[in-house]
């Protein structure tokens, strides 16, 4: 994740930001059960990464994703990362609970992992920028209990 750009303090992009992480570490566990043939570990391991996965790309895009597309200059973009939401959901969400394709998981791991380095490294940081601030004040989280 990058410290570099200050685009974690737009609030959205700072939860987004944290999700990413727990669903990297989320992710990095389930990788190191299925390597070291933990398989009992792993299967709850993929049901609490989708979970996480699930309402995050729905957060993303619905809200940040919306908003970049209309605004039109990073729909190429928006539009790559969104197929990619749908084939990683795809994979992970079409496992067979009793009889796993571990190499398939894998390989949707790995693809999670770059596009995660694509939102915090190149959209993240890009959309502080293409934004208006009327597009961040219709996305941007009501403060807990406010």
Not at 14 to 36: K, P, V
């Amino acid at each position: 994740m990058c410290n570099y750009c200050g685009c974690r303090e737009f609030p959205l992009l700072g939860r987004l930001s944290r999700e990413h992480l727990e669903i990297e570490e989320t992710s990095g566990e389930l990788r190191r059960a299925i390597g070291q043939g933990r398989y009992d570990d792993a299967v709850p391991l993929l049901d609490e990464l989708l979970d996480l996965l699930v309402p995050h790309t729905a957060t993303e895009e619905s809200g940040l994703f919306a908003e970049l597309r209309a605004e039109g200059s990073l729909a190429e973009e928006v539009a790559r990362l969104c197929a990619e939401h749908d084939e990683i959901h795809a994979v992970l969400g079409a496992i067979d609970r009793r009889d796993p394709d571990w190499p398939a998981v894998l390989g949707a791991l790995g693809k999670l992992r770059e596009h995660i380095d694509h939102e915090e490294h190149g959209l993240f940081p890009a959309s502080i920028v293409m934004l208006a601030m009327d597009a961040w004040d219709r996305i941007t989280p009501a403060p807990v209990g406010g």
